[in-house]
């Protein structure tokens, strides 16, 4: 099986930046996708950004140049850097990881957009 640990999400202000980490561990195999999901109350959870085996990345329109998705393979760690945050980025955000025999969610952390 595969855990993922996320950390830093927290209370930020409008204009403010954040970087999200999650680290796999366990049986990983290989990995073909590594991704951050959001989801805020009320609403269903949505894509906010992929990248795949090949290096190729997905994003939402709404954090288009302002998120940049990263990972580093030999630790087993996807990053979501968050620039430029807004209000309407508030959710818990969700780290998943897409493997040959499933997929794995991580905990969830809380991002928080207020002044």
């Known amino acids: 099986q595969v855990q993922l640990v996320e950390s830093g999400g927290g209370l930020v202000q409008p204009g403010g930046s954040l970087r999200l980490s999650c680290a796999a561990s366990?049986?990983?195999?290989?990995?073909?996708?590594m991704g951050w999901y959001r989801q805020a109350p009320g609403k269903q959870r949505e894509l906010v950004a992929v990248?795949?085996?090949?290096?190729?990345?997905n994003y939402a329109d709404s954090v288009k140049g302002r998120f940049t998705i990263s990972r580093d393979n030999a630790k087993n760690t996807v990053i979501l850097q968050m620039n430029s945050l807004k209000p309407e980025d508030t959710a818990a955000y969700y780290c998943?990881?897409?493997?040959?025999?499933?997929?794995?969610w991580g905990q969830g952390t809380q991002v928080t957009v207020s002044s």
């Open positions: 990248i795949i085996r090949g290096g190729s990345t």
């Open positions: 366990g049986t990983i195999g290989i990995i073909n996708s």
């Open positions: 998943n990881v897409l493997v040959r025999l499933g997929t794995y």
